[in-house]
T-cell receptor
Framework: DGGITQSPKYLFRKEGQNVTLSCEQN?????MYWYRQDPGQGLRLIYY???????QKGDIAEGYSVSREKKESFPLTVTSAQKNPTAFYLC??????????????FGPGTRLLVL | AQSVAQPEDQVNVAEGNPLTVKCTYS??????LFWYVQYPNRGLQFLLK??????LVKGSYGFEAEFNKSQTSFHLKKPSALVSDSALYFC?????????????FGKGTMLLVSP
């Protein structure tokens, strides 16, 4: 069963705590993306990676970090520097990097809540 | 810079009636346009895309979209709405001239189909 998995489905963060959101894909896609969704604001790009061991900042990277050590995995860490982390986080991937016609496919999302 | 606008926060339609969800875009090069649907607490599902060719694009679940270059629009349509079509719809654009494959999303339009 191919697809994109995100875990956990719900995540609770305490003040000053770093938390890591998992994103795994078995589609053999080259590029992976992280978005943040807030009500009424659409999706905003946090980070993206077109190849293993390389990634670029998106529009709202401050307070977040990523790694891409394996093609199939692109974890996102929400650091304590992110003062308003409560949001729905979506991971996506495309088969080819840098190809504008490529469709992005999305995982089911992780909802992060602050205690 | 690429951008996309969805002028309506919410569209209400009765079941069986035709529906239209509006989207306009701005790009510097050739546009690549996408429509996605999101059900509550779920990831985005791909509906259809315009790359080149016919201005009328057919997609999943009976949806179609009409590309209009002169009006820079890509409106989503369906001849007969179903209650199960009620969801949040996102239009997205990728600019061929940007050199990489990131998408810019609109803020979303909530479609409510009444029985």
């Amino acid at each position: 069963d191919g697809g994109i998995t995100q875990s956990p489905k719900y995540l609770f963060r305490k003040e000053g705590q770093n938390v890591t959101l998992s994103c795994e894909q078995n589609l053999n896609h080259d590029a992976m993306y992280w978005y943040r969704q807030d009500p009424g604001q659409g999706l905003r790009l946090i980070y993206y990676s077109q190849i293993v061991n390389d990634f670029q900042k998106g529009d709202i990277a401050e307070g977040y970090s990523v790694s891409r050590e394996k093609k199939e995995s692109f974890p996102l860490t929400v650091t304590s520097a992110q003062k308003n982390p409560t949001a729905f986080y979506l991971c996506a991937s495309t088969q080819l990097a840098g190809a504008p016609q490529e469709t992005q496919y999305f995982g089911p999302g992780t909802r992060l809540l602050v205690l | 810079a690429q951008s996309v606008a969805q002028p309506e926060d919410q569209v209400n339609v009765a079941e069986g009636n035709p529906l239209t969800v509006k989207c306009t875009y701005s790009v510097s090069g050739n546009p690549y346009l996408f429509w996605y649907v999101q059900y509550p607490n779920r990831g985005l599902q791909f509906l259809l895309k315009y790359i080149t060719g016919d201005n009328l694009v057919k997609g999943s679940y009976g949806f179609e979209a009409e590309f209009n270059k002169s009006q820079t629009s890509f409106h989503l349509k369906k001849p007969s709405a179903l209650v199960s079509d009620s969801a949040l719809y996102f239009c997205a654009v990728r600019d061929e001239g940007r050199g990489y494959s990131t998408l810019t999303f609109g803020k979303g339009t909530m479609l409510l189909v009444s029985p």
